[in-house]
């Protein structure tokens, strides 16, 4: 997955700026109250990008906000409005905040112009527009945030790709080390319930012996589907080796804790997984240790230690059971 990850980095250095304008036409929202103005502005745009005339300027900021814009032109002579008021609710705006600003003012306009930059505006044009100067400045302003949208989804996949596990999309191992201690630390500190899970899959080996590897995989990504689907936003699952998943439920006490458990266990061991598309189905079952923070200097590796020995015993004990 790193490889596949470094090809997608090196795919976005190998694009150009003219490729990023060539597949889609850019997306204008044109936001000026003048007929003449917008009707010369819309024509000079028309062969090249889509725009849309918005004469209110409240309306603007819905549509702005709704909309898939690539830029925000916003004329500064509008009626009864501060355009840069506009301009600093598309900044304070989360789904604005991003959005190019390119403010169209008068040539008397100076300190507006500069309270604009101070607000956050990527660039501007003083009337007379020369609609080639404002084609191209349009242009700049759609690549940039193109470059820009590519380039921070690149770093979210790469964020994603470093704390999750590939074959389940889980939490991985690496990502579990450098939360527990923090969330171990916190609990202790307020005196709060923290229990955490093991669960290790029955007799797997034997499952991937009779069906295949590839079977075995689509049971545990299956798996990690009912794990997630059994959680709480705040849990924290986590494919911690193989067929062995760890579950950390902060602010979840002894009781609940064993429920959750039970419960899980109930949903793997009661519907059987499809493997081979849909093809055949494998009954399989979970055994599970559960530990619960105890004040008394408990360390995330005294935790999984007593998880793991509990786990153990569930295994001794015949398996498809919760020890806690
Ligand atoms: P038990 O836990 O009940 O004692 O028996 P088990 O057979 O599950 O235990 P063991 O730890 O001996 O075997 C775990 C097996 O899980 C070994 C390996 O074949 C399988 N396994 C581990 N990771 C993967 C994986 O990513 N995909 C598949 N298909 N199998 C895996
Ligand atoms: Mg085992
Ligand atoms: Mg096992
Ligand atoms: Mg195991």
Redo the contacts with the bound molecule.
């Keep these: 997955d790193l490889r596949a990850n470094q090809g997608s980095v090196a795919f976005d250095r190998a694009m150009t700026y003219a490729d990023l304008t060539a597949r889609a036409p850019g997306r204008i929202l044109l936001v000026e109250d003048r007929r003449s103005a917008y009707v010369r502005i819309a024509q000079a745009l028309a062969g090249e990008m889509a725009v849309d005339i918005e004469t209110n300027p409240q309306e603007a900021l819905f549509r702005a906000a709704e909309g898939d814009y690539d830029l925000a032109l916003v004329s500064t002579s509008l009626d009864d409005y501060d355009a840069l008021r506009l301009c600093s609710q598309l900044r304070s705006l989360d789904r604005t905040r991003l959005l190019p600003i390119l403010l169209i003012a008068d040539p008397d306009e100076d300190s507006r112009l500069a309270r604009g930059l101070d607000l956050g505006i990527n660039d501007y044009l003083v009337r007379p527009v020369d609609t080639q100067e404002l084609t191209a400045r349009c242009r700049t302003q759609i690549r940039r945030k193109r470059y820009t949208d590519r380039l921070r989804a690149s770093v979210l996949q790469t964020m994603e790709l470093a704390i999750t596990d590939a ?1 389940t999309g889980l939490y991985n191992r690496r990502y579990l080390d450098s939360h527990l201690a923090a969330l171990v630390e916190r609990t202790t500190e307020k005196k709060g319930d923290l229990s955490l899970l093991i669960v ?7 499952v ?1 012996d009779t069906h295949g ?1 590839d079977a ?2 689509e049971i ?1 990504r299956e798996f990690a589907t009912r794990i997630r689907r059994n959680l709480r936003a705040l849990d924290l699952p986590c494919r911690f080796g ?2 062995e998943f760890v579950i950390v439920m902060p602010e979840t006490d002894y009781g609940i804790a064993s429920i959750v458990a039970e419960r899980l266990r109930t949903k793997i061991a009661r519907d059987p997984f499809a493997i081979h598309g849909g093809a055949a189905f494998v009954d399989v079952t979970i ?1 599970v240790g559960a530990a619960y923070i105890l004040h008394d200097g408990d360390t995330p590796e005294s935790l999984l230690k007593r998880a793991d020995n509990a786990l153990y015993r569930a ?1 001794a004990e015949g ?1 498809n059971r919760v020890v806690l």
Excluded: V
Excluded at 200 to 206: A, C, N, Q, R
């Design positions: 074959l290790d899959i029955d007799y797997f080996k034997k991937n590897h075995g995989d545990l193989g067929e055994s295994k398996r």
